[in-house]
């Protein structure tokens, strides 16, 4: 059975940090590429971060420079670090595993108080 479970998820004051993880078991981790999403009330799912299964990373234009993606495969775990967080980036974020088949975990909220 496969299973992504994210965390970390909290509330914080614009300006600061947070770090979600998202933990992988049921596959074989390291074949997968992996990436973030978020959804905020109202709005379509986006695209945030990937991190392909060589470790190459890729961000939106609206996270650059203040997220970072990463991959752990000996623990099967991916992280995404968050600073300098802004209201706008109050969501609910998903971890996503694609390969040959697409997974996603249930979701873990973030928000950003002004």
């Known amino acids: 059975q496969v299973q992504l479970v994210e965390s970390g998820g909290g509330l914080v004051q614009a300006g600061g940090s947070l770090r979600l993880s998202c933990a992988a078991s049921?596959?074989?981790?390291?074949?997968?590429?992996m990436d973030w999403y978020r959804q905020a009330p109202g709005k379509p799912r986006e695209w945030v971060a990937a991190i392909t299964s060589a470790g190459i990373t890729s961000y939106s234009d609206s996270v650059k420079g203040r997220f970072t993606i990463s991959r752990d495969n000996a623990k099967n775990t991916m992280h995404l670090q968050m600073n300098g967080l802004e209201p706008e980036d109050t969501a609910v974020y998903y971890c996503?595993?694609?390969?040959?088949?697409?997974?996603w975990g249930q979701g873990t909220q973030v928000t950003v108080s002004s």
């Open positions: 996503h595993a694609y390969g040959i088949f697409n997974y």
């Open positions: 049921g596959i074989i981790f390291s074949s997968y590429h």
